[in-house]
């Protein structure tokens, strides 16, 4: 029983990681936090990844009731995250930056919240709890078994929790390359994020449009 349980965990586990994909996600990361305080980017970081396990909870006891109730497909979902992140990733291969720093103090803690909104949008979803994570929390708790389902729910609690330290030590990666070079590598970034953004697309297009 034991070894079918943990056989069971660390199947989830592993799909989840898949999925998510924390160590490609972590460049993503660092260049939407490029310009922003070490405090900053913790919080963003620790409340992308609150909202990624509270919608994947969700998902993953009430998802195909939600599906129903909205009248929301798998491939409506997937069309949407995907022109979502390809706006962000066209918008840093502009290179543009962050007007925090360039407004007056009493303006930088509204700045600062709406740097913040990051952590929803791309990070948390789609990006984090995108329609592939959903799908593979549906997947996993389908039997409806509360075993099957703490299981699923503890599987991505540990990842949210691995990939927070990932996120917060790519910080010093930052550090190290320098401004000039985390230029470069947030046009970089927003070349693969609008690539994402466009696989979404075609992935959402094939599902709904299936040829036979």
């Known amino acids: ?11 989830v586990f592993m799909g989840f990681f898949a ?10 990361f660092l260049s939407l ?29 009430l998802g195909k009731l939600i599906f129903q109730v909205f009248g929301i497909s798998l491939p ?10 390809l706006l962000i990733g066209y918008h840093m291969l502009q ?7 360039s407004l007056n103090e009493s303006d930088q803690q509204s700045a600062i919240e709406s740097k913040l909104s990051v952590a929803v949008s791309p990070l948390a979803m789609p990006l ?10 549906m997947n996993f708790s389908a039997s409806g078994s509360p075993l099957e389902m703490l299981v699923t729910i503890g599987a991505f609690a540990a ?28 046009r970089m970034m927003g070349l693969i994020l609008a690539v994402i953004g466009v696989q979404m697309l075609i992935g959402g297009i094939h599902a709904a449009f299936p040829v036979n």
């Open 19 to 28: 999925i998510m994909n924390p160590i490609a996600n972590t460049p993503i």
């Open 33 to 61: 936090t490029a310009d922003d305080s070490e405090s900053t980017t913790r919080k963003i970081a620790f409340r992308s990844l609150m909202l990624a396990f509270f919608i994947v909870v969700l998902f993953a006891i």
């Open 128 to 137: 984090l709890a995108g329609p592939g994570t959903i799908a593979t929390a």
């Open 95 to 101: 290179g543009n930056a962050s007007s925090v720093h």
């Open 159 to 186: 990842l949210c929790v691995l990939t927070y330290f990932i996120f917060i030590f790519g910080e010093r990666f930052v550090t190290f390359i320098g401004a000039g070079a985390l230029s470069v590598i947030t």
């Open 1 to 11: 029983m034991l070894d079918s349980v943990f056989l069971h965990l660390l199947t």
């Open 76 to 85: 409506a979902f997937q069309i949407t995250g995907g022109l979502i992140v």
